[in-house]
């Protein structure tokens, strides 16, 4: 554990909240600007997250700013450094990259701020940083050996093959992947996502995860991807990857997963694609023995976009009855049947989970669009689910579900 912060940089951090507030997002985007002047740190990220919404900036304004406001307790914090130090893990940062870092937004904070960046404010943010960034240093480097250590697990990337690829609806296909070098692979924690260093022809190299959507295995893992409107990536992975293809994979990362041995009903609530790592938990849930009963409720558009139904169905079928399904059509077709092919028209409600799931004796688990999320976090506690029984996955930064 690094040495605690000195009361007078506690003091002046906090101080600097009012100007956090009025100009945070300035400083982060003039940080990355300055950060990616080297195309070598620039590649370390995701850059569909630096795009027009600029939702990365966003969400480290929003990290930065609770950091100042919680500096004299970081464990308010826990949750969060947890998440960074995951997602640094499966993009393979390294302590050697936090120096270009803290160079960056220091840099920022100065050109935003000007003459009011005083040398104590810099040099009290300068010792914020390195306590923080010890802090993450240390988990990272528990996580790397706890990867390295495992059976089947490695640091870095590691070469796998496509070994299947099925198309599981209009906008949705599964990819098999298995390790080039014919040994076993890492068993992951269900709800766990992989990295993926991507070599497209004519892109800078890409950067994205993609939930893990089988149960844990010894040989293999598999992904279900949704091909998104003008995404670079995933048009590449429908259209262009066969199998055969070889991909650069980081070690299973994440944070959102199953417990091990769930103390509680579990709901896993989803829409469209968000679906996929909660086909990873089910899994794992029907292969323990029955405990507690689970209720699977997914919303999608229509047949066209449901994906792997007939799956969830088939473990929901040998589950005797501890697995409950409901699958919502916001707009079926004339071939979608209810009743075979979807539960019920429309959209999933609060009204109907509170009539319908265990409500306060349950955990919920939530993946799906950040307004699916926005919307359901807030109804949930507004219905009367603790706060500490709703987790949930997101696509990108977490800015306004952090914020709130």
């Known amino acids: 554990m690094p040495r605690p912060l000195s009361p007078h940089t506690i003091s002046v951090v906090k101080a600097t909240v009012p100007a956090l507030e009025a100009h945070g997002l300035d400083v982060t985007r003039r940080m990355y600007e300055r950060l990616f002047q080297d195309p070598s740190i620039k590649d370390l990220f995701n850059q569909s997250h630096h795009g027009e919404t600029g939702s990365q900036p966003k969400a480290l304004a929003g990290a ?41 937004l220091l840099g920022a904070i100065q050109d935003v701020l000007g003459a009011a960046a005083t040398p104590e404010i810099l040099a009290a943010w300068g010792e914020a940083y390195w306590f923080l960034a010890d802090v993450l240093m ?23 093959v496509v070994a299947g690829k099925v198309r599981e609806s209009d906008i949705i296909t599964s990819f098999i992947l298995a390790p080039a070098d014919g040994g076993p ?30 149960g844990p295995s010894d040989a293999s893992y598999r992904i279900s991807v ?13 259209d262009a990857v066969q199998t055969g293809a070889r991909l650069r994979v980081g070690a299973p990362a994440g944070d959102f997963v199953l417990p091990s041995q769930p103390a509680r009903p579990l709901v896993l609530l989803s829409g469209g694609v968000g679906q996929t790592p909660f086909l990873s938990m089910l899994q794992a849930v029907a292969d323990q023995p029955a405990r507690h009963e689970v209720h699977f409720v997914h919303g999608t558009q229509s047949g066209a976009t449901h994906a792997l139904g007939a799956e969830v169905r088939a473990l929901a079928a040998a589950s005797q009855g501890r697995i409950r399904v409901s699958s919502f059509y916001e707009c079926p077709r004339p071939r979608d049947q209810q009743g075979a092919d979807f539960d019920l028209p429309g959209r999933i ?6 009539r319908n799931t265990p409500l306060a004796k349950a955990d919920y688990f939530l993946c799906g669009p950040r307004p699916f999320l926005r919307g359901f976090v807030d109804a949930l506690m507004q219905l009367g689910v603790p706060a500490a029984q709703i987790h ?7 800015d306004e579900l952090l914020a709130a």
């Open 349 to 354: 409600t609060p009204d109907w989970l509170a």
């Open 185 to 214: 692979v890492l068993r992951h924690k269900p709800g766990q996502y992989l990295t993926f260093w991507l070599s497209i022809p004519g892109h800078a190299p890409l950067k994205r995860n993609y939930s893990i959507s089988s």
């Open 138 to 160: 240390g988990r990272e480097k528990e996580i790397y050996h706890e990867q390295a250590a495992t059976v089947g697990g490695w640091n870095g990337w590691r070469d796998f």
């Open 392 to 398: 949930y996955e997101f696509f990108g930064p977490a």
């Open 64 to 104: 930065i700013l609770a950091y100042a406001r919680n500096i004299e307790n970081p464990g308010v914090l826990a949750a969060a450094i947890e998440r960074i130090a995951q997602k640094h893990v499966g993009l393979n940062i390294l302590p050697e990259h936090y120096p270009a870092v803290a160079e960056a």
């Open 226 to 238: 949704k091909r998104e409107p003008g995404g670079i990536a995933s048009t590449w992975l429908h």
